[in-house]
């Protein structure tokens, strides 16, 4: 099995910055993506950025210039640093990881529980 935890979440103002963390642990495969999501309650969950073991990077368009996702493959960590943070922002950010054990298996993802960003003054 694979657990995934967040953390790093809070209250900020807006124009302020907030990095949240993602740390995998249990039986993970040597290739594998961390994605970041987001969800209100009026909102489904919603892609924000993803990032595979071997660095590749991909980001929604609500990522705009203001996210950045990175990861350290040998702590099994992704990081989503958020700058100019809009009150918008405000949701439930949970971090997956995504593997399949060899090419003829199917994919499994594991999500964490979510870390709470509150973006209000």
């Known amino acids: 099995q694979v657990q995934v935890v967040e953390s790093g979440g809070g209250l900020v103002q807006p124009g302020g910055s907030l990095r949240l963390s993602c740390t995998a642990s249990g039986n993970i495969q040597s290739v594998f993506i961390m994605g970041w999501y987001r969800q209100t309650q009026e909102t489904e969950r919603e892609l924000i950025a993803t990032?595979?073991?071997?660095?590749?990077?991909n980001y929604a368009d609500s990522a705009e210039d203001r996210f950045v996702i990175s990861r350290d493959y040998a702590k099994k960590m992704s990081y989503l640093q958020m700058n100019g943070l809009k009150p918008e922002d405000t949701a439930v950010y949970y971090c997956?990881?995504?593997?399949?054990?060899?090419?003829?298996?199917?994919?499994?993802?594991?999500w964490g529980r979510g870390t709470q960003v509150t973006v209000s003054s």
């Open positions: 997956s990881l995504r593997q399949r054990r060899n090419v003829l298996t199917k994919y499994s993802e594991y």
């Open positions: 990032i595979s073991s071997g660095g590749a990077t």
